[in-house]
């Protein structure tokens, strides 16, 4: 049974930065596809950002490029994401989710494995 675990979130203000990470257990994480994803108060979860197992490719949202890092550790079976320049849109619960292949990275639906998540808050 693949776990997965998510820490780092917080209150920051505009402009901050945070380190969220994802710590996996249970299965084949050095094998697996990660993802983050994020769910704003009253809109639905979107993208964020992905890796892929072996770290060599990574994929982002175009509003998170140039301000958020993906990347990820597999002797530590973690995943983290790097957030600079945070803005108040930011605001929300982050996710990670592993999946195999790299189709439909992007696609929340694609991913069997959810953690439960870890607030940010941003404020301005």
């Known amino acids: 049974q693949v776990q997965l675990v998510e820490s780092g979130g917080g209150l920051v203000q505009a402009g901050g930065s945070l380190r969220l990470s994802c710590a996996a257990s249970g299965g084949t994480f050095s094998s697996a596809n990660m993802g983050w994803f994020r769910q704003a108060p009253g809109k639905e979860r979107e993208f964020v950002a992905a890796i892929d197992w072996s770290g060599t490719n990574r994929y982002y949202a175009d509003s998170m490029k140039g301000r958020f890092t993906i990347s990820r550790d597999n002797a530590k079976n973690t995943v983290y994401l790097q957030m600079n320049s945070l803005k108040s849109e930011d605001t929300g619960l982050y996710y990670c989710?592993?999946?195999?292949?790299?189709?439909?990275?992007?696609?929340?639906?694609?991913?069997?494995?959810w953690g439960q998540g870890t607030q940010v808050t941003v404020s301005s």
């Open positions: 989710a592993s999946k195999f292949g790299w189709v439909g990275i992007a696609s929340q639906s694609q991913y069997p494995h």
